[in-house]
Each structure stands twice: as C-alpha cells, then as structure tokens.
C-alpha cells in the first residue's frame, strides 16, 4: 500500500497518523534540562549514578564522583521493578524513606535527579524530589502511568521494553506528547533475543535502533548499555560505540562497591572504571562536535 519502506514496520502513514507529534515529520526537538544541559543538539549528557539509591551515604559518596568528573545528572531508584517479588535484607528498594534522602542530596549537592515512577500514587510525592521522571522498561505500555505522569510536565525518559519494536514506543511516547508535554527522551536498553552470549547477558543493545529511532522520530534517544548487558565488564565498550552510532545521551550506572550492590551487583561501573570511561567518552565527543556533560 502506502509504504514507502517495503519490508520496514514504520510504514510512511504512521508517520503522520500513528505518532504525528514524535515523529521525524516535526522539528527536531531539544530537550532542555537547564543553562547547558539539554538532549537532541550537540550535548551529550551522562546520566549517571547506582541502580537503587539504597542510603544517605551511598548516594552522597555517588554525588561526590559526579562533582570529580563534571557531571549533574544523577540516576537512582526508590522504586525498583524487580524481577521477582521476593526481597531479601541484601536485595531491596528504599521505597518512600528514599523520598527524604533524596531531598537531602538536593539540599547538599547541584545535580539533576533522575528517578523512575513505578505507580501513578507516588507521583505527588515524588514531584518535589525528582526533577526527571524515568518510565521503566515495564511500563513503557502503562498509557494511564505515562499520561499522569507526563501531566506534571517535567522531562521523561521513556525506555524501550525488550520485547516491543520501535512502531510500539514510539506509540508510547505519543501518549505523553498528547498531553502537551514535549520533553519526551526515548531510551535504548536492549532487546530479548531467543539466545544470548551467556547466561548472565540477559539483552543485548540494539546500537542499530539508535540511527534508527532518529530517522523516525524527532525525539532524542539515550543508550543505557548497562541494562542492556547486564555485565560491567562490557559496558565501556558498548557506551563508547553508542556515543559513535550517535546516541544524544547516556545512562551508566556505577556504585562504591559494585558487587555488593543492592541490585544488579554485575553490571555496575567502580568509581575509578567510571572515570576513565568518562575520559574516553570526553575524547571520542570532542572528535565528533559533542560535548559530555
Ligand atoms: C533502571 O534503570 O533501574 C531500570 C530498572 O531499567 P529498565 O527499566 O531498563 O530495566
Ligand atoms: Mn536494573
């Protein structure tokens, strides 16, 4: 029929009718965060900081490594999508008691808080706290979650299910769009294949989605190679090769003591491999025009 793409999912009238605002027919959008930061021009930020927020002085010793290395955006869970519902003493979320650790971190330190809601209830208390909303890889199909949460009007990062095309999200995203919040940025985390490297990789990134999703669609994309691999050992190469296909920012998750994290002790960078990394990404930016911040 109309499919100037044969053989592509994202025929050309999906562009105008399916997801006429996120689309690549409109402008390109830049997502300002403040003065410097912003998604979609010629910064690239890192977000960065530990899986889950776990206590007040983990996430300070995190805030600190951000101010070393010149960076503001800090990511950190009170909430956590768990796998299986079981929590043990070593495996858990801070939850609420998160919401004053967090307002402490924001009364001692300049960063941007990035945080995920995982249930439209929380966000009233989670708006004075959280200054950019991220939507789980499990909820990017929860509309009633994005619709409320984009009503807030603060910025989104909506990440890709593992199992759902780039048709599917961009679906997603429209829905905060719709709600005139355009501050929408797209998240590539990886996708579930039938076989993996190894038993501990549970995704693999999808670097082609990247040049892909700015083809279709007018909203930055982010890289999160960390739960993509789900091994630390793989994510400097997978973060260096993101920033190269073009992604408009990065998410890295390190921790003070990586394999005694709470959750997801394998993926997360120490202190001294997220430094260099950041140093090899601040090299690899100025030779493509990009700045990382
Ligand atoms: C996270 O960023 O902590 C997270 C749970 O990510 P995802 O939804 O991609 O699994
Ligand atoms: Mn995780």
Not at 262 to 287: C, W, Y
Request: with cysteine; hydrophobic share 40%; aromatic share 8%.
């Amino acid at each position: 029929m109309d499919n100037k793409f044969p053989g592509k999912d994202i025929t050309d009238s999906d562009l105008k009718d399916k997801f006429p605002l996120s689309s690549s027919i409109n402008k390109k959008k830049i997502i300002k965060i403040d003065n410097n930061i912003s998604f979609g021009g010629d910064v690239v930020p890192i977000i960065s900081g530990p899986n889950g927020i776990e206590n007040k002085d983990l996430i300070f010793k995190c805030c600190e490594v951000l101010e070393k290395n010149n960076l503001k955006l800090l990511r950190g869970q009170i909430y956590k999508p768990l796998t299986f519902p079981y929590r043990s003493k070593k495996y858990y979320e801070v939850g609420d008691e998160g919401l004053k650790i967090l307002e402490e971190v924001r009364k001692n330190f300049d960063v941007i808080i990035v945080s995920e809601v995982m249930e439209s209830e929380k966000l009233e208390l989670m708006k004075d706290v959280v200054d950019v909303f991220q939507i789980g890889a499990r909820n990017m199909q929860n509309f009633p979650l994005i619709s409320k949460t984009a009503k807030l009007n603060k910025p989104i990062i909506l990440k890709r299910h593992f199992g759902c095309s780039i048709r599917d999200l961009l679906g997603s995203s429209e829905y905060a769009l719709i709600e005139k919040n355009e501050k929408v940025i797209l998240c590539e985390r990886g996708i579930s294949a039938p076989h993996t490297h190894k038993s501990t990789s549970r995704f693999m990134l999808d670097i082609q989605a990247i040049p892909a999703i700015k083809e279709y669609s007018c909203l930055p994309i982010i890289s999160d190679p960390s739960h993509a691999c789900f091994w630390h050992e793989w994510v400097e190469p997978l973060t260096l090769a993101s920033l190269a296909a073009g992604a408009e920012g990065l998410m890295i998750e390190f921790h003070p003591d990586p394999r005694n994290a709470a959750v997801d002790p394998l993926q997360a960078l120490n202190f001294d491999e997220f430094t260099t990394l950041v140093k090899k990404l601040r090299l690899i930016g100025s030779s493509l025009n990009k700045k990382i911040l």
